[in-house]
């Protein structure tokens, strides 16, 4: 009797463990690097496939990439069992860089979604915002999570690397907009922001009380690299020099962090390094 009670309660105890990795999502977001020919061997041709299967072993849920121009995303597109949301910054349909959401159709069931500009003057239409070098945006998708019914939001973008009055108000922006689109619903915030986290722009959503930057609130974290590497395999990035994040709403549970920092024949798949969360609906 002995002997049955203690292997009932460990597979009670297994099942439950397993039922909280049920409720897990792998997030990630990702700076994939424009296809540009002039970047020779570290080209999109010459690396896509090794991008694709790093998307493939680390399971991503769901991820924000930026930089990816139409045919990349269409490229992306070729990843079995996921679709994707987002379009063009240049025109709004398929000229210029993208910053799209990608996720897996069979977990997660998309309710909605749009994109704005970061701009003062027009949030809906092609322009550059405050003192930007380049057109921004960020797109948004709203989801349900198949197997819990959890609904939250996600929102990706791409900041100016040269304005920093754009960085600051896109910040502002994005959690205007927030609130107007997405209420009180749980956050996920991804992208390049172009900015470590001693800048002002990071601080003004991390001390906003309304998103939290998962590096912080992981249990377990694995980041001894920035995530920007600029293609140079021997030239290692301190971890102060993360200028990809992903923040989360206070619904979240971040269990584990990570800047993924793999390379292929002596080559990495793009100038940034992907970063993945491993997160779930708090108290489950």
């Known amino acids: 009797m002995k002997h049955k009670a203690l292997l009932i309660l460990m597979i009670m105890l297994f099942t439950g463990s397993m039922g909280v990795l049920a409720q897990d999502l792998n997030i990630a977001t990702y700076n994939i690097r424009y296809n540009n020919p ?3 061997l570290d080209a999109w041709p010459n690396r896509k496939e090794s991008l694709l299967n790093m998307v493939r072993f680390y399971d991503f849920d769901l991820f924000g990439v930026q930089e990816a121009l139409a045919g990349q995303v269409k490229d992306l597109s070729e990843l079995k069992g996921y679709d994707h949301v987002g379009i063009g910054r240049d025109d709004g349909k398929e000229a210029g860089e993208f910053s799209a959401i990608f996720f897996k159709k069979d977990r997660l069931k998309l309710i909605k979604s749009g994109t704005f500009w970061l701009s003062p003057t027009d949030v809906n239409h092609p322009n550059k915002g405050w003192d930007a070098a380049l057109p921004r945006i960020c797109t ?6 198949k197997k819990t019914g959890f609904k939250f939001y996600h929102f990706n973008t ?19 907009m927030m609130k107007e689109i997405a209420g009180a619903a749980p956050l996920v915030l991804t992208g390049d922001f172009n900015v470590t986290q001693d800048n ?10 309304l998103l939290k930057d998962a590096y912080q609130t992981a249990a377990v ?33 971040v269990r584990r962090y990570g800047v993924l920092t793999n390379s292929f024949r002596g080559r990495y798949p793009s100038d940034h390094f992907p970063v993945m969360v491993v997160a779930a609906q708090k108290g489950k």
Do not use: C, V
Not at 140 to 145: K, R, Y
Not at 237 to 251: E, V
């Open 200 to 209: 002002e722009s990071y601080h003004l959503f991390n001390n906003s009380g």
């Open 221 to 253: 974290k694995l980041s001894d690299n920035g995530t920007f590497n600029a293609f140079k395999i021997a030239t290692p990035t301190a971890d102060t020099g993360r200028i990809d994040h992903i923040f989360f709403s206070n619904q979240f549970t």
């Open 38 to 40: 002039g970047d020779s």
């Open 140 to 145: 948004w998708a709203s989801f349900e999570d």
């Open 158 to 176: 791409h900041f100016d690397h040269r304005g920093l009055e754009a960085r600051r108000e896109s910040a502002k922006l994005i959690m205007r």
